[in-house]
C-alpha cells in the first residue's frame, strides 16, 4: 500500500511556463514533506521542503503548498526551465518516529524550449 | 560531489557471485539508510542505521546483509542474488538529532544481475 502517491508518471511544459507537481499521501501522522529532484545516472538531491504547520514554503522559483485537509502537497516551479527537467520525488516522514522518508514513485518533468 | 560517495558506480554480476556495495560520508551525520530504485516504483527503503546500529529492515531478503562498522561507512554485500534485484541502489545520509530530517543521497550504484 503506497503512502505516497505521485500520479503523473509524466509532465511536460513550455519553457517559461508554470510546471505544476503533485503528490498526495493517506498517513496523517506525516508531518513533514520534502521534494527531491534526480537527473539521470544522479542520486536526488533535495530541492524544498514543508513542515506541516505551514501550508506554503517558496524558495526562489521554487513553491511548495501543503493542504492537510486533503492530504496534498503541489511542487510549482514558476518559471520553467529546460535545466529543471528531471525525475521529480515527494517524500514524507513521522518526524516522531525518526525520520525515515517515505517517497512516492516520481514525476518526469520535461520542460520544452 | 554530494558528500556520500558510493563504489562501485556501475556492477554486473552474476546469481552465484558475491559483491559488495560501499558507502561513504564525511558529512557528520549519525544515520544512514540504503534504498532501492526499479523503474517506475517508489524508492523503496531497505535498511536504517542509527550511530552504527541497524533500526529498521524493511523484510529485506537475507540475500542482501548489510554492515556499519561505523558511523561513516555503509556496506551493502550482495550474494546469490535474483535477476529481478537489478535496480539502482541509493545510499543515504541525515542527522535528525540536529533536526535536519533531509537526506543527502549518494549517486547510486547501477547493479545488473545476469
Known amino acids: 500500500d503506497q503512502q505516497v502517491k505521485q500520479n503523473s508518471p509524466s509532465l511536460s511544459v513550455q519553457e517559461g511556463r508554470i510546471s505544476i507537481l503533485n503528490c498526495d499521501y493517506t498517513?496523517?501522522?506525516?508531518?513533514?514533506f520534502l521534494w527531491y529532484k534526480k537527473y539521470p545516472a544522479e542520486g536526488p538531491t533535495f530541492l524544498i521542503s514543508?513542515?506541516?504547520?505551514?501550508d506554503k514554503n517558496e524558495d526562489g522559483r521554487f513553491t511548495v503548498f501543503l493542504n492537510k485537509s486533503a492530504k496534498h502537497l503541489s511542487l510549482h516551479i514558476v518559471p520553467s526551465q529546460p535545466g529543471d527537467s528531471a525525475v521529480y520525488f515527494c517524500?514524507?516522514?513521522?518526524?516522531?518516529?525518526?525520520?525515515?522518508?517515505?517517497f512516492g514513485a516520481g514525476t518526469i518533468l520535461r520542460v520544452k524550449s | 560531489e554530494t558528500g556520500v560517495t558510493q563504489t562501485p558506480r556501475h556492477l554486473v554480476m552474476g546469481m552465484t557471485n558475491k559483491k559488495s556495495l560501499k558507502c561513504e560520508q564525511h558529512?557528520?551525520?549519525?544515520?544512514m539508510y540504503w534504498y532501492k530504485q526499479s523503474a517506475k516504483k517508489p524508492l523503496e527503503l531497505m535498511f536504517v542505521?542509527?550511530?552504527?546500529?541497524?533500526?529498521e529492515n524493511n523484510s529485506v531478503p537475507s540475500r542482501f546483509s548489510p554492515e556499519c562498522p561505523n558511523s561513516s561507512h555503509l556496506f551493502l554485500h550482495l550474494h546469490t542474488l535474483q535477476p529481478e534485484d537489478s535496480a539502482l541502489y541509493l545510499c543515504?545520509?541525515?542527522?535528525?538529532?540536529?533536526?535536519?530530517?533531509?537526506?543527502?543521497f549518494g549517486s547510486g550504484t547501477r547493479l545488473t544481475v545476469v
Open positions: 543515504a545520509s541525515s542527522h535528525p538529532d540536529r533536526g535536519d530530517y533531509g537526506y543527502t
Open positions: 498517513n496523517s501522522m506525516f508531518d513533514y
Open positions: 514543508i513542515s506541516s504547520i505551514k
Open positions: 517524500a514524507a516522514s513521522d518526524m516522531e518516529y525518526g525520520n525515515k522518508l517515505v
Open positions: 558529512l557528520g551525520h549519525n544515520a
Open positions: 542505521y542509527n550511530f552504527k546500529e541497524q533500526t
